[in-house]
């Protein structure tokens, strides 16, 4: 093919995209629209080694910047696309430039969920982590001795408190639901998290929310939480979810709900429109599901590429994540949406430990902390249908590979 892709978002699954066709041996010409002033690079490490100053920002490109252009891929920085005119196939930029295009791929990921301004969410000193600029805002705050409020439980905010503690800081995180992780773990892996962090110093209060920010000119200072009590505060990390970018695919007409609407080939309602990332809506079982995670992004980009070069293939996602936080990696396969059962079991390590998660007696999904052995044999046994034995699973002299056969 020799018609135009023009690839809308320079992040993770853009950029797996237009690589994974250049090693196809696909020539068609690409544009990447990227609204940031730097080439592709990858997020998860702003939050973590990049904020301890632990890795230089080139460490975190995907490829050199010559690769683009030794490899035909033209990428517009600084830009952002304002509208895709869907009849006459072309994207407007922001500066009223516009584009044509043959195939059109919405890489345009997720934005952070800010506080309102009613309570604060504009003061000075409240942040949130999405990409380089937020973390080079981020890292002149951290020094040790300054007191951080985290809002939100989730991996964000867990993550954002490991980093404080290992420089130093106070650190209260607050959750306004029952416990940390509620959304996305259960109460073992939260148990064993929380234990964590406290022993780390991180002052953890849960079933507690934030009533207002309280500011002095412009500059964040306190804050009231929902028990009534106020806590003195240097500055604010916010970490309460995210929002799929999908305005651009909603105002041309293209099908949304949580996120842009895509098939199993990640083709949303306009054939020559693809979405991927963490903006797709894609098939999970009987129903749908958004996957914010780098694997996600890179292994549906790769499915749309062959598709794109010719080899059409669903895209059957097999979820697997990570988050590190202190010395501690925790790691995850599978998806556990709806389970009724967990069982814990204790590693060969003194630290190692997982949960596996049940639903119907079928194994769906495990989380490891620092127990690669339980991690690699769980992503196996979902990927290839076995079904442990819970009584020798939970067994800790069971040599895993056994379960395997």
């Known amino acids: 093919m020799t018609g135009r892709l023009v690839i809308v978002g320079a992040g993770q699954a853009g950029f797996a995209l237009a690589a994974k066709l250049r090693a196809l041996k696909d020539t068609r010409p690409i544009t990447m629209i990227g609204a940031e002033e730097?080439?592709?690079?990858?997020?998860?490490?702003?939050?973590?080694?990049?904020?301890?100053?632990?890795?230089?920002?080139?460490?975190?490109?995907?490829?050199?910047?010559?690769?683009?252009?030794?490899?035909?891929?033209?990428?517009?920085?600084?830009?952002?696309v304002e509208e895709i005119d869907r009849e006459k196939k072309t994207v407007r930029m922001q500066?009223?430039?516009?584009?044509?295009?043959?195939?059109?791929?919405?890489?345009?990921?997720?934005?952070?969920?800010?506080?309102?301004?009613?309570?604060?969410?504009?003061?000075?000193?409240?942040?949130?982590?999405?990409?380089?600029?937020?973390?080079?805002?981020?890292?002149?705050?951290?020094?040790?001795?300054?007191?951080?409020?985290?809002?939100?439980?989730?991996?964000?905010?867990?993550?954002?408190?490991?980093?404080?503690?290992?420089?130093?800081?106070?650190?209260?995180?607050?959750?306004?639901?029952?416990?940390?992780l509620a959304r996305v773990a259960s109460n073992d892996t939260a148990d064993i998290m929380r234990a964590i962090h406290k022993e780390r110093g991180v002052v953890i209060r849960e079933k507690t929310g934030l009533t207002r920010l309280i500011g002095e000119d412009d500059q964040v200072r306190a804050a009231e939480l929902s028990d009534g009590t106020v806590i003195d505060v240097d500055f604010v990390i916010v970490g309460i979810g995210v929002t799929p970018n999908d305005r651009l695919a909603q105002d041309c007409g293209l099908d949304v709900g949580n996120g842009i609407i895509v098939d199993e080939f990640a083709r949303t309602s306009d054939p020559s429109i693809f979405a991927m990332g963490d903006c797709a809506l894609l098939?999970?079982?009987?129903?749908?599901?958004?996957?914010?995670?780098?694997?996600?992004a890179v292994d549906q980009a790769e499915s749309v590429a062959a598709t794109l070069a010719g080899d059409a293939r669903p895209y059957v996602p097999k979820p697997w994540f990570w988050s590190d936080q202190y010395d501690v990696k925790l790691q995850i396969a599978g998806f556990n949406l709806g389970y009724d059962e967990t069982l814990v079991r204790a590693g060969s390590r003194e630290g190692a430990v997982s949960v596996w998660y049940f639903r119907n007696g079928m194994l769906i999904a495990v989380d490891a902390i620092n127990d690669a052995k339980a991690y690699v044999t769980g992503k196996k046994m979902l990927e290839t249908g076995i079904n442990p034995e819970k009584s020798r699973l939970a067994d800790p002299a069971t040599d895993l590979k056994l379960l395997l056969s």
């Open 95 to 180: 500066d009223g430039s516009g584009l044509e295009y043959e195939t059109l791929a919405l890489t345009t990921g997720s934005t952070p969920r800010t506080l309102p301004a009613s309570i604060g969410g504009e003061l000075k000193g409240v942040y949130t982590v999405r990409d380089k600029r937020d973390a080079d805002r981020l890292a002149d705050e951290m020094k040790a001795g300054r007191r951080l409020l985290i809002i939100g439980g989730g991996y964000i905010g867990l993550e954002a408190a490991a980093v404080a503690r290992h420089l130093g800081l106070d650190v209260t995180l607050i959750e306004m639901a029952d416990r940390i």
């Open 38 to 80: 730097v080439y592709p690079y990858q997020r998860p490490p702003l939050s973590k080694k990049y904020l301890l100053g632990e890795m230089s920002f080139d460490r975190l490109t995907f490829r050199p910047d010559n690769w683009f252009a030794e490899n035909d891929v033209e990428v517009r920085l600084s830009t952002y």
């Open 283 to 296: 098939p999970w079982e009987e129903g749908r599901i958004r996957l914010e995670s780098v694997q996600n």
